[in-house]
C-alpha cells in the first residue's frame, strides 16, 4: 500500500493551499473561511519519484462542541491514525497558540512520525525570529514554507518522504477503476461510501450539501482495486449561493471527468428530478460509464410492481441513457452494496471493450441485409466498412458514400445491431460518419 501523509493543524493556518501545491492541482477548497475543508480530502502526490497518498483535514479545534466541528475533530483523528506521516501546519504570524499546542500533543499521543511545517515565511533567506518559537512545540527541526508561493516545498517532502515505511511501496499503481458516486444532496452519496469501506469515512449528516469536497476513497475487493470520489451533492444553481457551493458543483463535474464508471445516486424516496437529468446528461456526454443507483429502498412502500414501474419511470427519464446499468439498494442496511461491486466492474470492462475490424464488419453487413439504408432521390446510403478506433466510450468510425444520407435512426439502428451482438451495457458508444468515395 502507497504510503499516507495526512495534513493537520488548527483552522486557516493553510493546510489546503499546502494541499493543493503539493498535489498540483485544485482539489480543496480555498476560502478565508475557517471550516471549509470539512471532511477528509484524498489525492495522489508524487515527489522524486516516490508516489504517496496525501489527505487534507478540516481544521483541528480540540475544545470545540460545535456538532460539525467536532465531526471534523474526528475526522482528522482517523486521518492520523491512517497516516504513516503527519505534517502539522503552523502559521508564523500567529505564533504558537493554545490550538497548535493541543494538536501537537493529539500527534504525539497517537505516536506518529511528525513533520512541522511553519507556514507564512514567505520571502527567501533567513527565516524572522517568530520562526524559532515552533521549537517550543518539542516536535523536532520545524520546516519554512509558504505554501502560497511554493516556497520550502521541496525541503519539505524530503523530510516528509524520508520518514516513509521501509517497505512502503511507492510506485505507480495500475488497474484502479475510478468510480464518481454523484447526485443531489442528501441521495446517500456519503452514506453508500461509509458502507462500503466500513468506517465513517465521509461525514454524514441530514444537513444538506455537508459534504463540500470531492473526496478520494481507495477500496480493494479480493483482486479488484477501486478508487471512490464522492462528491459535493450537485444543487440546482438557484440555490447555490455561497462561492464555496459553486466551487463544489464545478468539483462534481471535475470528478465525472476523472471518473471511468459514474454511479448516478438518486432518492428513492423522492423520485427523479430535474437536477438528476442534468448531472446525467453531463455523464452521458463525457462518454462515462454510468449506473443509477436508486437509494433508501428499504424505506420505500412498494408491492410487487414498485420496481418495475421504477424501473420504466427512469428508462422514459433518461430516454438518451437507455444503455446505463440500474440498481436498487440500501446503504443504511447494506442491502445489494455487495453487488454494486460487481455492476461496477461490469460495466466498466464494456467501457473498455475492444471489439475486432472483421466481427463488426460481419455485423454491419447483417444489419445491413436486415434493413436496407436509406436512399434519397435515387442516391442510396453504402457503408463501406467500419473500424473500432478507441475505448472508454467505445469509438466506431463508418466510411460511407455521401454521410448526408446516414439518417439518425438509421445509425440508432446500427448502434442497436452492435449493442445486441457484442453488449457493451452500462457504457455509451459513439459512432462517427467518415465519407469517402469508393476505390476503383
Not at 22 to 50: C, F, M, N, Y
Not at 94 to 107: K, R
Not at 224 to 244: M, N, Q, Y
Amino acid at each position: 500500500m502507497k504510503p499516507i501523509v495526512a495534513i493537520v493543524g488548527r483552522p486557516n493556518v493553510g493546510k489546503s493551499t499546502l494541499f493543493n501545491k503539493i498535489a498540483g492541482q485544485r482539489i480543496s477548497i480555498v476560502e478565508d473561511t475557517p471550516g471549509v475543508t470539512r471532511d477528509r480530502v484524498h489525492s495522489e502526490a508524487t515527489w522524486l519519484d516516490k508516489h504517496f497518498t496525501i489527505i487534507d483535514t478540516g481544521g483541528i479545534e480540540p475544545m470545540s462542541k460545535d456538532e460539525i466541528l467536532s465531526k471534523m475533530r474526528e475526522q482528522a483523528q482517523i486521518a492520523i491514525d491512517m497516516a504513516d506521516v503527519a505534517v502539522l501546519v503552523v502559521d508564523v504570524k500567529d505564533g504558537v497558540t493554545a490550538n497548535d499546542i493541543e494538536v501537537s500533543q493529539m500527534l504525539l499521543k497517537a505516536k506518529k512520525k511528525i513533520v512541522l511545517a511553519v507556514n507564512k515565511v514567505d520571502n527567501i533567506g533567513a527565516p524572522p525570529m517568530e520562526f524559532y518559537e515552533f521549537y517550543n512545540l518539542g516536535l523536532g527541526e520545524p520546516v519554512a514554507v509558504s505554501a502560497a508561493n511554493g516556497l520550502g516545498l521541496g525541503d519539505l517532502l524530503d523530510e516528509v518522504t524520508a520518514l516513509f515505511p521501509i517497505d512502503a511501496d511507492t510506485a505507480e499503481e495500475e488497474g484502479v477503476i475510478k468510480v464518481a458516486v454523484v447526485g443531489r444532496p442528501n441521495a446517500g452519496k456519503s452514506s453508500i461510501i461509509n458502507r462500503i469501506i466500513g468506517e465513517e469515512r465521509v461525514i454524514v449528516s441530514d444537513i444538506a450539501g455537508t459534504t463540500r469536497d470531492a473526496i478520494d476513497t481507495r477500496y480493494e475487493r479480493g483482486e479488484d482495486k477501486f478508487l471512490f470520489i464522492d462528491t459535493a451533492g450537485i444543487r440546482r444553481k438557484s440555490k447555490v449561493s455561497e462561492a464555496v457551493e459553486r466551487y463544489s458543483v464545478l468539483r462534481s463535474f471535475t470528478a465525472i471527468d476523472r471518473c471511468d464508471v459514474c454511479v448516478i445516486m438518486i432518492d428513492g424516496t423522492e423520485g427523479v428530478a430535474e437536477q438528476d437529468t442534468k448531472i446525467a446528461g453531463y455523464a452521458n456526454e463525457q462518454g462515462k460509464a454510468c449506473i443509477f443507483v436508486i437509494n433508501k429502498w428499504d424505506i420505500v412502500t412498494k408491492n410487487d410492481k414498485t420496481m418495475n414501474e421504477y424501473k420504466h419511470k427512469i428508462r422514459e427519464t433518461f430516454a438518451f441513457m437507455q444503455y446505463a446499468s440500474m440498481m436498487f439498494v440500501s446503504a443504511k442496511t447494506g442491502q445489494r452494496i455487495d453487488r454494486l461491486f460487481d455492476e461496477i466492474k461490469a460495466v466498466n470492462e464494456q467501457h473498455k471493450r475492444r471489439i475486432s475490424t472483421g466481427m463488426l464488419n460481419d455485423v454491419i453487413n447483417e444489419a445491413i441485409n436486415k434493413q436496407q439504408p436509406p436512399s434519397d432521390k435515387g442516391k442510396r446510403l453504402r457503408i463501406y466498412y467500419g473500424t473500432q478506433v478507441s475505448v472508454a466510450p467505445p469509438t466506431f468510425v463508418l466510411f460511407v458514400n455521401d454521410k448526408d444520407l446516414f439518417h439518425f435512426s438509421y445509425k440508432r439502428f446500427i448502434e442497436n445491431q452492435i449493442r445486441e451482438n457484442f453488449g457493451f451495457d452500462g457504457t455509451p458508444i459513439v459512432i462517427l460518419i467518415r465519407e469517402r468515395k469508393k476505390d476503383k
